[in-house]
């Protein structure tokens, strides 16, 4: 952290009326009810991919010849990775079930560049939240986890089982996803915790590899709230240029971040003369409906993920979207703040501008965002300085700038 600017932000809380606050990578468990019964809280499992090289190899490598391919993954930080003289170094990721027990789970997908099925042999998950939006239970074997999207689900143990070793599966989506390590991102529950003997399980064999979001029709939201008159649209269309390196962009626009005069400074001081880079969408009315229409031509999915607000995801899919043709779900339609955005296809989301705030909206790949893919929302913009800190600003800026020109810092990306 001393030799690295950094920035923080949570998942699932909404940071109401808190837009200029910061955060660290890790979970945060609040406590509440929820919508089916369990016994046992066992708190995060974080999903996540793994490379030996540096994140500055990596998103070079991604900025000239494309994604690098992820040398592993982990489930909760760990797993196992066999050396090149056969040598199998690490150890996986364990936790002891007890026979009939309820156990919650709370999965997190924190890669890079992975996204995930996530599934534990002979057992079945009750799925029970969604990017901490409580939904109407239901069951599955398996759940896609896109980058930055967050499941609850509740795991019964088997009846009677008392001694069986069972494999957990993270399985990274190659419709999507490089990595040298498909088939062994595994965990492992025990019914005996003194055993020591690998699972012999198999895996579910109705399986498919995917980037799609889990069925919108089993992701409805306990607490039912319609979409309202829209009142305000923006379509974005999602390419890329490639010149000596490799730029997504939203409307032909590539992000492009002011390091040394941040949007909050920038708003502090009454300033809205945007750059072209800061790819600004301005919302100053409050508590309208806002949509937007996210299309792409290319074949490649991207989780898209908004800052300071759950959407409704109204609708998506494949092709050019087309309203005359296309019916958009307002009732009780899914609430999350990471959809998937169908490759060569459409995604449909709206909101309320509830939350004064310079919000971002980015594709939560991590080369996509370094490399461009994100705008920002300034929503209310006359109440901002209401709600932030400019005293804290100006000490956190100056800071900043006294870090750059030590260390005589370049901007190398979008940053984000």
Request: glycine letters at 8%; charged letters at 20%; aromatic letters at 10%.
């Amino acid at each position: 952290m001393a030799n690295n600017g950094s920035s923080i932000h949570w998942h699932g809380v909404r940071q109401n009326w808190t837009n200029a606050w910061d955060g660290i990578f890790g979970g945060i468990l609040i406590n509440g009810p929820a919508t089916a019964n369990y016994d046992v809280d066992l708190g995060h499992v974080f999903l996540n991919d793994w490379s030996h090289q540096t994140a500055d190899v990596l998103a070079l490598a991604a900025a000239t010849t494309g994604p690098p391919t992820l040398d592993n993954c982990l489930i909760n930080g760990t797993n196992t990775w066999t050396e090149d003289d056969g040598t199998v170094v690490g150890s996986r990721f364990e936790t002891t079930f007890v026979s009939d027990t309820k156990y919650r789970i709370r999965l997190v997908n924190g890669a890079a560049d992975t996204h995930f099925r996530f599934t534990i042999d002979n057992h079945t998950m009750e799925v029970i939240s969604t990017d901490f939006v409580p939904i109407t239970p239901y069951n599955t074997t398996n759940l896609s986890i896109g980058m930055g999207q967050r499941y609850d689900v509740i795991v019964t143990a088997l009846s009677g089982e008392t001694t069986g070793n069972f494999w957990i599966r993270a399985i990274p989506q190659e419709a999507c996803s490089d990595n040298d390590n498909v088939d062994n991102i595994l965990g492992i529950i025990r019914y005996d915790s003194s055993s020591t003997e690998d699972p012999t399980t198999t895996e579910y064999a109705d399986l498919v590899d995917s980037c799609d979001d889990e069925d919108p029709s089993d992701l409805a939201p306990y607490l039912a709230i319609d979409v309202g008159t829209v009142e305000a649209e923006d379509d974005e269309d999602a390419g890329l240029t490639v010149t000596t390196t490799i730029k997504w962009t939203m409307n032909n626009i590539s992000f492009l971040s002011e390091w040394d005069y941040p949007t909050v400074m920038a708003i502090a001081e009454g300033n809205n003369s945007w750059t072209t880079g800061e790819h600004v969408w301005a919302l100053p009315t409050a508590d309208e409906w806002v949509m937007m229409i996210i299309q792409t031509e290319l074949a490649q999915a991207h989780p898209i993920h908004l800052h300071g607000h759950d959407f409704w995801v109204l609708g998506a899919g494949d092709g050019a979207y087309n309203s005359s043709d296309t019916t958009l779900q307002t009732v009780n339609a899914p609430r999350r703040d990471v959809a998937m955005l169908p490759g060569d296809g459409w995604l449909a989301l709206a909101w309320i501008t509830d939350n004064p705030g310079a919000w971002v909206m980015h594709c939560h790949i991590a080369w996509h965002t370094d490399e461009g893919f994100a705008l920002q929302l300034v929503e209310r913009e006359s109440e901002i300085n209401a709600t932030q800190n400019n005293t804290y600003i100006d000490e956190t800026c100056s800071s900043w700038d006294a870090y750059v020109s030590a260390d005589d810092i370049v901007q190398d990306d979008s940053g984000i």
